[in-house]
């Protein structure tokens, strides 16, 4: 089955589970803790369709259906009424057979698969979630996730797949390269950093990116953390990243650039601050849009998740995610064979000419993080995704609208295939890649403030379920 129609089935029971919880924080007295746990263990066994068992998937979404069917049927009028508010009347008719409806389903399950699925394989994949972060790209904007990502430490959630794109496929690394997130070291990581060290106005040759007004050196600016320049050491590849990592960039099709390259290496001149020129900013506008309307242009690239992709060196894949045409080139220059012949057969398999900015086709990759789960990558296909928007459109920053407004058309596309997308409302500039220590740390603050009303929801929906029986 395609994973489109997976989605089909598998997301009105995660929305009826969603919706229970929510209501259930709302009234508590709408279900007992046991009650709710019957609830969920059946739609978390109706969702199911391949079960982890000794390292093997088996499919098991097909003896489900009766059962699948029938939770849909009872549940959804319930969980999603017409009045929006659940009831705890039409509630019970369903919760005094339920228990036993779904145990018996499970153990029917198991016998059915007798000798190749283990009751405790069932057991573990219905009643433990794991969390998936998605982390939007937007410059500046994006460094409010490093304060969700230590409120979500601080509770004990610990992501089991980080998806990014541009500036939160940086972010990303940072977190990745960790399993507990410290946020000292990160501040001590952005407190190195400086716009002289990562960005310089010098035209260079141009191999896998398309030039621009500045050239991105990360390798030089993080790289130090990530394995680049250590004495016999080598750079870290994305499968080599405690944490499973994937990152979004756009691959400009062969013969579809709408423009000769030096228009872009010319479009803002020597800076970015340009972009602040009346005159400058329509034009640069006009640039990403022609790519962002004209779909046949671009095409998406998940590097870590896409064929041929795993070992990818980490940091090249967040610099070519980053690499906003007009204003950032980054490319691969260096005398660096195995990664010249993976982008070359990339290239060549793919049919693409130039790579750039990942936000471009997917600001915000929740589809790709959904579609990662999906295969198995983490081990569980019972995940909660949870993504960071960053760039969404803001009133109180005019400027960045029209740019606002082109990430959201792909953005749009990616909501669905989150269970919880948080759209900032507070955040530094975009323009603030590099920011002061203190500004840093008023973005941390204020990530915390404003996911924390959410904090309720996503631990509960994270706690592992108890055993029924």
Same mark, same amino acid.
């Given at each position: ?5 997976? !989605? ?37 066994? %109706? ?15 097909? %003896? ?134 990562? !960005? ?167 589809? %790709? ?30 400027? /960045? ?15 669905? /295939? %989150? ?51």
């Amino acid at each position: 089955m395609r994973l489109r129609e997976r !989605f089909e089935i598998i997301r009105p029971l995660e929305e009826l589970e969603s919706a229970l919880v929510r209501g259930a924080l709302e009234n508590p007295s709408l279900v007992s803790a046991h009650e709710e746990a019957v609830l969920r263990t059946a739609l978390s066994l %109706a969702r199911l369709y391949k079960v982890n068992q000794a390292g093997r998937d088996l499919g098991v979404g097909a %003896a489900l259906t009766p059962f699948r069917e029938e939770l849909s049927r009872r549940l959804t009028p319930v969980l999603l009424p017409k009045s929006g508010k659940i009831q705890r009347a039409e509630l019970l008719p369903h919760l005094r057979d339920l228990k036993e409806r779904t145990l018996n389903t499970r153990d029917s399950l198991v016998q059915r698969f007798k000798g190749r699925l283990s009751a405790d394989a069932v057991d573990h994949e219905i009643r433990n979630k794991s969390l998936v972060l998605v982390l939007g790209g937007g410059g500046g904007t994006a460094y409010v996730y490093l304060g969700v990502m230590a409120l979500l430490d601080e509770y004990g959630l610990s992501p089991k797949l980080l998806s990014g794109t541009s500036m939160g496929a940086i972010l990303g690394l940072f977190r990745s390269r960790m399993r507990r997130f410290e946020q000292d070291e990160v501040v001590n990581i952005v407190r190195t950093l400086s716009w002289r060290r990562l !960005f310089r106005a010098v035209s260079t040759e141009n191999k896998y990116g398309v030039p621009a007004a500045l050239r991105l050196f990360l390798r030089s600016g993080i790289g130090r953390w990530f394995g680049v320049d250590t004495r016999g050491g080598e750079a870290l590849t994305l499968a080599q990243l405690p944490i499973k990592t994937l990152i979004t960039v756009s691959g400009i099709r062969t013969g579809k650039l709408p423009h000769p390259l030096e228009f872009y290496e010319r479009l803002t001149a020597a800076s970015p601050k340009r972009l602040l020129n009346p005159l400058v900013l329509p034009q640069w506008i006009a640039a990403l849009w022609e790519f962002a309307t004209h779909p046949e242009i671009l095409t998406r690239i998940t590097l870590g998740a896409d064929e041929g992709t795993e070992s990818f060196d980490a940091v090249d894949a967040a610099g070519f995610s980053s690499a906003l045409p007009g204003i950032i080139h980054y490319d691969v220059l260096r005398a660096d064979p195995r990664m010249h012949s993976m982008l070359g057969d990339m290239f060549a398999s793919r049919h693409i000419f130039r790579l750039v900015d990942g936000g471009l086709v997917d600001n915000v990759p929740s589809k %790709a993080a959904w579609r990662a789960v999906h295969k198995g990558e983490i081990g569980t296909r019972n995940a909660f995704i949870f993504a960071l928007n960053g760039f969404a459109t803001k009133l109180s920053t005019p400027l /960045w609208i029209p740019l606002q407004r082109i990430a959201e058309l792909n953005v749009a596309r990616s909501r669905p /295939w %989150a269970h919880l997308t948080h759209d900032f409302k507070r955040t530094l500039n975009a323009l603030s890649v590099v920011p002061r220590v203190d500004e840093l740390l008023d973005a941390i603050q204020w990530g915390r403030a404003q996911v924390a009303p959410q904090l309720p929801f996503i631990t509960r929906m994270l706690a592992p379920l108890p055993r029924l029986g």
